[in-house]
């Protein structure tokens, strides 16, 4: 069974940091791009971040560019999402997501993607 799974979600105050994981099982994403979509309460979901297969290629929202940064590992099948510089507008639940038709580019599409995470709340107050 093919799984993402989120994790490092939590409560923290505006200007703290948060790192995001996303472990993949089941099968490897090494060769197909990656990112970080969230969605706040009453909200559509909206892209954060993403990566490209190898990491030579990230895209970031203009919200986070900045503050945020998407790395992987593929030896570890993993993706990251370091947040810094919190806002209380980053308040979401937090979803990784993989597009298996996408390789080089980092520009993820959401109804492109085939596979997702559960999310992971993140909580940032003022």
């Known amino acids: 069974q093919v799984q993402l799974i989120e994790s490092g979600g939590g409560l923290v105050q505006a200007g703290g940091s948060l790192r995001l994981s996303c472990a993949a099982s089941?099968?490897?994403?090494?060769?197909?791009?990656m990112g970080w979509f969230r969605q706040a309460p009453g909200k559509e979901r909206e892209f954060v971040a993403g990566?490209?297969?190898?990491?030579?290629?990230?895209s970031y929202a203009d919200s986070v560019k900045g503050r945020f940064t998407i790395s992987r590992d593929n030896a570890k099948n993993t993706m990251y999402l370091q947040m810094n510089s919190l806002k209380p507008e980053d308040t979401a639940v937090y979803y990784c997501?993989?597009?298996?038709?996408?390789?080089?580019?980092?520009?993820?599409?959401?109804?492109?993607?085939?596979?997702w995470g559960q999310g992971t709340q993140v909580t940032v107050s003022s």
């Open positions: 997501a993989a597009d298996t038709q996408r390789r080089l580019s980092s520009k993820l599409v959401q109804r492109d993607c085939d596979y």
């Open positions: 089941g099968r490897t994403f090494s060769s197909v791009s």
């Open positions: 990566i490209s297969s190898f990491g030579r290629s990230t």
